[in-house]
């Protein structure tokens, strides 16, 4: 397959960056996406020219790491990971455009590495249960009832990609606080701390500067694990009662 | 003097391992550890290199216990280490089954598993403590498989007799590490960790014998900074990607534990490497990494090849008495479940023999015909569903009406830096945790029992022994920059980054990595030879040299640049790659994943020679390509006595 690549170039962080245009040739149809930028990055390099910056990491679709926005679609047509899409979803003769996650609380690194920080803070302001090594009962003291626990599977399979928040017109980070709040707060485990976990993880989502949810839905939908859309109405449940909770105390 | 004249130093006659019966000895360690008192613990700065299991672990543990953590991960965040991408389990001796399992058969079973080539009192205290993990991992909240009843759910892994094996369906790796990365984010919160992600260690600060710090460089500025502690942990992970093609992470590498080594940690078992039989195959020389598939698969899954060489002719169009089931023939009583590296082996043999189907004849069916008949589509969708989608996704295929192809891939090593009973490497100071240490696998790793020895070293583990070091040397001189070996090493590394950018030559980084690997899975692979080793290590000088030649990296140090992050990898792989040769053919027997064709029985099977190497072969750094000193530590079984598998 003969391909033309319109890629985001972007030097660093304080510089403008614009789309450049680049042919490949030679490109399998069996090719991951990432293995063709490969492609593209040696005959970059070879040719003197910097090769194009991505972030990735495993290449099976569990890390995370990936994040190309793909003719406008977070990691492209099919509902997977940029490192799991492979060529024969082109066709030859394509020209695909590539950009970086484009949200303000993702700040562009280098050409298409952002920086994805803000989910950690997230995450350290309440997305974990206090359990010190050492401290825990044995396992089986307390049963969890099947469903609860399929139920927080179902929402800890997120792998902080960040496709929730490229693909949301605001740029809400809605899907992936919803997702660590639903699989710690249906837990007995994770009880304890049900009502500050949820008020102190929505407070800090706010303040990295995420959009607010309209429930358009494009979060779900780009969601290379499925994440349902149900988790953020349970999770504006859960702040609903926590917030009902802290005003009677 | 040659690379292949290595000397033997002094045997290793001291591992700091407790005598008395093996069930008490971790219990005797522990209580003649010296602790540190709780206030002074914030006094105590003790750097971690890496974020995965054993590291996420580590970190999150010595912050609780009072300790000044400074922390180290190249990914963008220390959620993404390749610790995520195990699938299968985690092993803990609860008994839970009621299925005869206890502490002394995990242990009896990872002995031998690993070829008797592991130390017993590590190995014990493993087992010891994997029923811990599991009631740790459970009040974090990683939610495991469970049963109706609320209980949690366990199976059958890697061919052993009992259920010990907890999991989340296909993602325990994935659910273990964000226990762990959660309690790790608790105590960010809290101001207890340093957490430096996008960072990534580039040497080892030894002063006065005693490690005290790491180079690093900040992969988004390049800026090279230095970060001063009390004790150093490596977590780094292991060194498959020598290989190039591996299942590991594209950016794991050797660096971490390449680089403690040349400063004076030995290096052991480095010739140990873990084969899996079930990957899926290569298509064409732009692969960058190969995908695992559980192996759980070869439960119900038949393998074959056609008995004929070059046969061409579709699967379905090859009649049943022109497939040979080789497994099933030369292994009738455990057939298609034979252990890892004798499964790795027979499908590069019928490969080797021509007989291998797909593009370039490197692969063997995995066919699932009979299950479907047997159990019907709809049962084996609800056991493997997940597995069959992810390989008709990379493969286009689908395996409910074409057969799969599989062929091994280099997944795990066994091998890695050598560590005393307290996980403390010969540089007082330094500790190496999880895969980034040679302790508990022996020659042959057991399915799901990473994850254990990961968590274990790092929640349990070493939060007790490095308190025995930091209470032991309570009062170092503080280190600064302005320390003349401080200035030396980073001098060191920053003539090394300026080098790889000066030669401008015309070959990437890749085409490096990737000639190496192709050598390495030739020579130092399944199977390795006395000519063959003989080969690679003619061939990797030379290559090193040429790299030095016609390194090309673009762009400059002072910014994010990956080809240089990638270029200064492949030189610490150029090295490795000749200590895992040397160490491949010193040990002319037959052990767990080292197959040496020298070494085996008439009938083909893997020879071990206890008598000549029963021992870790712990190598000691001597200079670039000079032939390092070899130190043995004698193995000795006191309560799992050596016997020759047998799978026939």
Not at chain 1, 155 to 181: Q, W
Request: charge should be negative; glycine fraction near 8%; proline fraction near 5%.
């Amino acid at each position: 397959m003969k391909l033309t690549l319109r890629v985001w170039r972007q030097k660093n962080a304080g510089a403008e960056g614009a789309m450049s245009t680049y042919e490949v040739d030679d490109i399998s149809p069996d090719m991951s996406f990432l293995e063709m930028l490969d492609v593209l990055n040696e005959q970059l390099i070879l040719s003197g020219e910097e090769p194009v910056a991505f972030d990735h990491d495993c290449r099976e679709g569990i890390c995370g790491a990936c994040s190309l926005v793909i003719n406008g679609d977070a990691h492209g047509p099919e509902r997977t990971t940029t490192c799991q899409l492979h060529m024969r979803s082109f066709k030859d003769g394509d020209t695909i455009d590539i950009e970086p996650w484009r949200a303000s609380a993702f700040p562009v690194i280098k050409d298409l590495v952002v920086d994805r920080s803000a989910f950690d803070r997230i995450i350290q302001a309440g997305g974990y249960i206090t359990a010190p090594t050492g401290a825990a009962p044995e396992a089986h003291a307390t049963p969890v009832p099947k469903a609860d626990a399929d139920f927080a599977f179902e929402h800890a399979e997120c792998i902080g990609c960040g496709a929730c928040v490229a693909a949301c017109p605001n740029g809400a980070a809605m899907l992936f606080t919803s997702a660590k709040v639903n699989h710690l707060n249906v837990l007995p485990q994770g009880a304890p701390e049900r009502e500050s976990r949820v008020l102190d993880m929505v407070a800090q989502m706010d303040a990295e500067g995420f959009g607010g949810c309209t429930l358009t839905g494009e979060c779900a939908t780009a969601c290379p694990k499925g994440i349902p859309l149900m988790s953020i109405t349970s999770m504006n449940k859960e702040w609903l009662r926590a917030t009902r909770k802290a005003g009677k105390r | 003097m040659t690379y292949t004249d290595y000397a033997t130093g002094a045997p290793v006659t001291d591992t700091k391992a407790p005598f008395g019966p093996v069930h008490e000895r971790w219990d005797k360690r522990r209580f003649e550890a010296k602790l540190v008192n709780p206030a002074n613990r914030r006094k105590h700065t003790v750097i971690v290199v890496g974020t995965g299991l054993a590291g996420g672990s580590a970190g999150a543990t010595l912050a609780e216990q009072g300790y000044h953590v400074v922390q180290f991960c190249y990914q963008d965040s220390p959620r993404r280490a390749h610790s995520i991408a195990a699938q299968g389990g985690i092993n803990a001796a609860k008994n839970y089954r009621n299925d005869g399992d206890s502490v002394h058969r995990l242990f009896y079973d990872t002995v031998k598993g690993g070829d008797f080539r592991a130390r017993e009192s590590n190995v014990h205290r493993l087992a010891q403590i994997s029923v811990e993990i599991i009631d740790q991992c459970v009040a974090q909240g990683v939610p495991f498989a469970r049963e109706y009843g609320g209980l949690l759910d366990t199976r059958s892994f890697g061919g052993v007799q009992v259920s010990r094996t907890f999991y989340a369906r296909g993602q325990t790796g994935q659910q273990l590490l964000l226990g762990a990365y959660q309690a790790l984010s608790r105590q960010i919160a809290a101001g207890n960790v340093e957490m430096h992600p996008r960072t990534e260690m580039l040497d080892l600060i030894v002063v006065d014998g005693r490690a005290r710090g790491i180079v690093a460089r900040d992969l988004i500025t390049g800026k090279i900074d230095t970060y001063f502690a009390d004790a150093v942990v490596l977590a780094s992970g292991g060194y498959g990607n020598v290989f190039y093609l591996s299942t590991n992470a594209m950016n794991s590498n050797a660096t971490a534990i390449w680089r403690a080594h040349r400063r004076g940690a030995y290096f052991a078992n480095p010739c140990f490497t873990q084969i899996h039989p079930t990957c899926i195959p290569r298509t064409g020389d732009h692969q960058s990494k190969l995908t695992l598939m559980s192996e759980s698969l070869r439960n119900d899954g038949r393998i074959w090849v056609p008995k004929a060489k070059g046969d061409t002719r579709p699967p379905h169009r090859i009649p049943e008495d022109e497939r040979d089931y080789y497994l099933e023939r030369i292994y009738p009583s455990f057939g298609n479940l034979v252990p890892r590296d004798i499964a790795s082996r027979a499908a590069k043999n019928v490969c080797d023999e021509g007989r291998g189907v797909g593009p370039g004849g490197q692969g063997v069916y995995l066919d699932f015909a009979d299950a479907i008949k047997r159990m019907g589509r709809k049962a084996v969708e609800a056991k493997y569903g997940n597995l069959f989608d992810m390989y008709q996704r990379i493969t286009d295929e689908d395996p409910y009406e074409v057969p799969m192809r599989i062929y091994p891939a280099v997944h795990y090593t066994m091998g890695g830096l050598w560590v005393d009973y307290d996980l403390q490497t010969t540089i007082p100071g330094l500790f190496a945790i999880g895969e980034a240490n040679f302790s508990d696998h022996g020659a042959n790793r057991l399915g799901a029992s990473a994850l254990m020895q990961g968590l274990a070293d790092g929640y349990f583990v070493l939060p007790a022994t490095i308190n025995d070091y930091l209470a032991r040397n309570p009062h170092q001189d503080p280190v600064t920059e302005q320390h003349p070996v401080v200035q030396e090493v980073l001098a060191e590394t920053e003539d090394r980054i300026n080098l790889l950018l000066a030669v401008d030559g015309d070959r990437t980084p890749d085409s490096f990595h990737r000639e190496l690997g192709e050598l390495m899975w030739e020579f130092c692979g399944m199977a390795r030879s006395d000519a063959g080793l003989r080969k690679a290590l003619e061939r990797i000088p030379q290559i090193r040299e040429e790299f030095w030649r016609r390194i090309k990296v673009p762009g400059t140090g002072e910014e994010f640049n990956q080809s240089l992050e990638k270029a200064n990898r492949v030189v610490d792989y150029l090295e490795l790659a000749e200590l895992m040769c040397l160490d491949a053919l010193h040990r002319t027997e037959s052990c767990g994943g080292h197959f040496r064709e020298e070494s085996q029985t008439p009938d083909g099977e893997a020879a071990r020679k206890d008598e000549e190497f029963s021992y870790a072969a712990a190598w000691e750094f001597t200079s670039t390509g000079e032939a390092p000193v070899l130190h043995k530590e004698d193995l000795v079984f006191e309560y799992v006595h050596p016997t020759q598998r047998s799978y026939a």
